[in-house]
């Protein structure tokens, strides 16, 4: 039904870590770049990470170091390790495309305690 869901969001304190996942459904997978954004409050959303189709991956400089993104084109998911959390990384996780397509998931909520 949704095409795209998130799940793993929490809340943590800072320096633990979570694991987001991304099931995308009825939406062209294998072949595209994918990515995870995220909103803080009164934030515009910004990119994270992405993956190309080829495993190729980036990382916003924030999150260098902590993140690491990965896809299975099995599954047609996407997943971001987040390890050593800080409070700055509080937010709404989402993925998408990159370039972004012209809709969105819910979400997941990210919560670091500092």
């Known amino acids: 039904q949704e095409r795209l869901v998130e799940s793993g969001g929490g809340f943590v304190e800072s320096g633990g870590s979570l694991r987001l996942s991304c099931v995308v459904s009825s939406v062209p997978f294998f072949g595209f770049t994918w990515a995870w954004y995220r909103q803080a409050p009164g934030k515009e959303r910004e990119l994270v990470a992405a993956i190309r189709h080829g495993g190729r991956t980036e990382l916003a400089d924030s999150v260098k170091g902590r993140f690491t993104i990965s896809r299975d084109d099995e599954q047609n998911m996407v997943f971001l390790q987040m390890n050593t959390l800080k409070a700055d990384d509080t937010g709404v996780y989402y993925c998408?495309?990159?370039?972004?397509?012209?809709?969105w998931g819910q979400g997941t909520q990210v919560t670091v305690s500092s």
């Open positions: 998408n495309k990159r370039p972004v397509m012209g809709f």
